[in-house]
């Protein structure tokens, strides 16, 4: 008798089980979100930058990070397509070093085409990575005093507001 119980108690207990269908979450499941974004700053049709998120994995070291970003610069002419980024170092303070190739140096811009190339870059990196709020510019693991003798590149520099589209 107390097996034909347990019988009925597990049959009822089956019935009544309400399953969620294959392939679905639980809802009250958390998932982890593998992805992160990093900013590109590409020039615009006027004097200003557009902002361009794209997804990367959040297990991705800082250093291909970096290179992605770089690549899409590239991509976007916002840099010299032969313009390597040897290495890059976070410094104290949020310092970030960004050695790149003498490349950078072999367009001759205007005025607003350095502009555009250093803070393309500035921009960009500091919008990326979160602990970084100032780029310090290495050519050839050299600090240079300018690229092309408009923007004063000796000293670190911030991120620039002025020049976001609005």
């Not at 294959?22 to 200003?48: M, Y």
């Not at 590239?74 to 976070?90: T, V, W």
């Not at 780029?135 to 620039?160: I, K, R, W």
């Amino acid at each position: 008798m107390a097996i034909f119980i347990c019988i009925a108690l597990l049959g009822l207990g089956f019935l009544f089980y309400e399953a969620p269908e294959r392939g679905t979450e639980p809802q009250d499941a958390v998932i982890p979100n593998d992805k992160e974004s990093l900013f590109i700053f590409v020039p615009g049709e006027k004097n200003d930058f557009d902002k361009k998120a794209v997804e990367v994995r959040r297990t991705l070291s800082e250093r291909a990070k970096a290179d992605y970003l770089f690549g899409e610069l590239r991509k976007a002419k916002a840099i010299p397509a032969s313009a390597k980024l040897q290495q890059l170092a976070f410094g104290e303070d949020g310092m970030l070093y960004l050695d790149v190739s003498r490349a950078i140096l072999e367009q001759q811009l205007d005025a607003r085409g350095e502009i555009r190339v250093v803070y393309a870059l500035t921009n960009s990196f500091i919008a990326s990575f979160r602990e970084v709020n100032r780029v310090q510019f290495l050519v050839d693991g050299h600090p240079v005093h300018t690229l092309f003798g408009v923007v004063y590149t000796y000293a670190p520099l911030p991120f620039n507001n002025d020049l976001q589209e609005e």
